[in-house]
T-cell receptor, first 111, second 114 residues
Framework: QKEVEQNSGPLSVPEGAIASLNCTYS??????FFWYRQYSGKSPELIMSIYSNGDKEDGRFTAQLNKASQYVSLLIRDSQPSDSATYLC???????????FGQGTRLTINP | GAVVSQHPSRVICKSGTSVKIECRSL??????MFWYRQFPKQSLMLMATSNEGSKATYEQGVEKDKFLINHASLTLSTLTVTSAHPEDSSFYIC??????????FGQGTRLTVV
């Protein structure tokens, strides 16, 4: 089992709709969870971080964490074509700063 | 603005030569930096953890004699790809944690070995 799993997509969403991205992780002791956005040929850019159960909202983005289910998600409201990118879920392994990434979900927002 | 700076952004080298990539933390000190490699359409794979003042920790399957890491100061880590071959062509990215909580990435280095 991979440490961090995401559906690789592609996920297509019409402009203005909500895009929902999901991620599961295997290490129950993981404490920090991140969503990064990566445009083609560029390095990842931090979108959201979340550390405790529940929802965290920042503008059009909402991260949701459920540690009991070992599940973290990212919702993008009012999706824009500029949101088209690969979204990477990352988790820190317990006791370390080391980030482990999922394989990424390619998201396409259709005008 | 960028908090982690990586240089060069692109490099083309001949097979058998060595290439050095620099990673700097701009407004904070980083005792630990991380080096990743990303092949096309794949996710980031951690290669090694760079520790200031001590030896780097390499992930399983990464040759430490081929990928030399030096972390001589609290703001600079370097990765040297020695005797590069075409299969080493990839996107190399460094990262560092600021304030211990969030990792920021350098701009990445696109290495092409011809």
């Amino acid at each position: 089992q991979k440490e961090v799993e995401q559906n690789s997509g592609p996920l297509s969403v019409p402009e203005g709709a909500i895009a929902s991205l999901n991620c599961t992780y295997s290490d129950r002791g993981s404490q920090s969870f991140f969503w990064y956005r990566q445009y083609s040929g560029k390095s990842p850019e931090l979108i959201m971080s979340i550390y405790s159960n529940g929802d965290k909202e920042d503008g059009r983005f909402t991260a949701q964490l459920n540690k009991a289910s070992q599940y973290v998600s990212l919702l993008i409201r009012d999706s824009q074509p500029s949101d088209s990118a690969t979204y990477l879920c990352a988790v820190t392994i317990q006791g370390a700063q080391k980030l482990v990434f999922g394989q990424g979900t390619r998201l396409t927002i259709n005008p | 603005g960028a908090v982690v700076s990586q240089h060069p952004s692109r490099v083309i080298c001949k097979s058998g030569t060595s290439v050095k990539i620099e990673c700097r933390s701009l407004d904070f000190q980083a005792t630990t930096m991380f080096w990743y490699r990303q092949f096309p359409k794949q996710s980031l794979m951690l290669m090694a953890t760079s520790n200031e003042g001590s030896k780097a920790t390499y992930e399983q399957g990464v040759e430490k004699d081929k990928f030399l890491i030096n972390h001589a100061s609290l703001t600079l880590s370097t990765l040297t790809v020695t005797s590069a071959h075409p299969e080493d062509s990839s996107f190399y990215i460094c990262s560092a944690f600021r304030q211990g909580a969030e990792a920021f990435f350098g701009q990445g280095t696109r290495l092409t070995v011809v």
